[in-house]
Nanobody
Framework: QVQLVEIGGGLVQAGGSLRLACAAS????????MGWFRQAPGKEREFVAS????????TYADSVKGRFTISRDNAKNTEYLQMNSLKPEDTAVYYC?????????????????WGQGTQVTVSS
C-alpha cells in the first residue's frame, strides 16, 4: 500500500508561482514512478507530469512544458511540482499519483495509488 498526501495548493494570480508537494508513506517510495494529474470542473482528469524512480527521466504535457518542473527526493519520500508562469487555464484540482506497475506513463489508468487532491486556482 502507498498513501499519498498533497500539500501546497491555493490561490495565485496569473503569472505567479506555486509549489506542490506530495508526501508518500507505505511501500518503498523510491521504487515507484510518480506523476501529477489535474482535473478541472467538467473535464477529464489529465496528465501533467511524471518522473521515474531515480528522477532521471521526466515527461510533461505540452500545455505545461517549460513552465512546470517535477522532481522527487527519495530520502524524504516526497515528490514536487514547481509551477511557474501560471495561467487561469491551470486552475484545477491537482492529484499526486504513484505507479508500482510501469516505469513511465501518461495514462491515469497505469497509476494505482492516488492522493486526495489539492485545489489550485489561478486568477486573471
Amino acid at each position: 500500500q502507498v498513501q499519498l498526501v498533497e500539500i501546497g495548493g491555493g490561490l495565485v494570480q496569473a503569472g505567479g508561482s506555486l509549489r506542490l508537494a506530495c508526501a508518500a508513506s507505505g511501500r518503498t517510495f523510491s521504487s515507484n514512478t510518480m506523476g501529477w494529474f489535474r482535473q478541472a470542473p467538467g473535464k477529464e482528469r489529465e496528465f501533467v507530469a511524471s518522473i521515474n524512480w531515480s528522477g532521471g527521466t521526466t515527461t510533461y504535457a505540452d500545455s505545461v512544458k517549460g513552465r512546470f518542473t517535477i522532481s522527487r527526493d527519495n530520502a524524504k519520500n516526497t515528490e514536487y511540482l514547481q509551477m511557474n508562469s501560471l495561467k487561469p487555464e491551470d486552475t484545477a484540482v491537482y492529484y499526486c499519483a504513484a505507479s508500482t506497475v510501469v516505469t513511465y506513463s501518461r495514462s491515469r489508468y497505469d497509476y494505482n495509488y492516488w492522493g486526495q487532491g489539492t485545489q489550485v486556482t489561478v486568477s486573471s
